[in-house]
Nanobody
Framework: QVQLVESGGGLVQPGGSLRLSCAASGLTFTSYTMGWFRQAPGKERNFLARIAGNNGDTYYTDSVEGRFTISRDNAKNTVYLQMNSLKPEDTAVYYC????????????WGQGTQVTVSS
């Protein structure tokens, strides 16, 4: 079965950086688009970024473009989210997700990792 396991969350001061990782198993990694989402307390889960499996094309939501970078290491079946210039409003649970390149909806989800930005 498909498993996605996030790591790298924690407490960071405003202006700081974190790198999240998501290790995938049970799928043909290079055939899957990987994405990152987040959900703040009391709010809906929002899309942040995605990276295609077949060609590595990336896409970001406006709120994080220029601060966050999504990347993947196909040899390690791992996707990353480098987060810079973090703000208190970036505090949320961050989720990794996967979908086959040829479908539009993310089907598989990780358990989430907490990111807290606070002084």
């Amino acid at each position: 079965q498909v498993q996605l396991v996030e790591s790298g969350g924690g407490l960071v001061q405003p202006g700081g950086s974190l790198r999240l990782s998501c290790a995938a198993s049970g799928l043909t990694f290079t055939s899957y688009t990987m994405g990152w989402f987040r959900q703040a307390p009391g709010k809906e889960r929002n899309f942040l970024a995605r990276i295609a499996g077949n060609n590595g094309d990336t896409y970001y939501t406006d709120s994080v473009e220029g601060r966050f970078t999504i990347s993947r290491d196909n040899a390690k079946n791992t996707v990353y989210l480098q987060m810079n210039s973090l703000k208190p409003e970036d505090t949320a649970v961050y989720y990794c997700a996967a979908r086959a390149d040829y479908v539009s909806s993310f089907r598989y989800w990780g358990q989430g990792t907490q990111v807290t930005v606070s002084s």
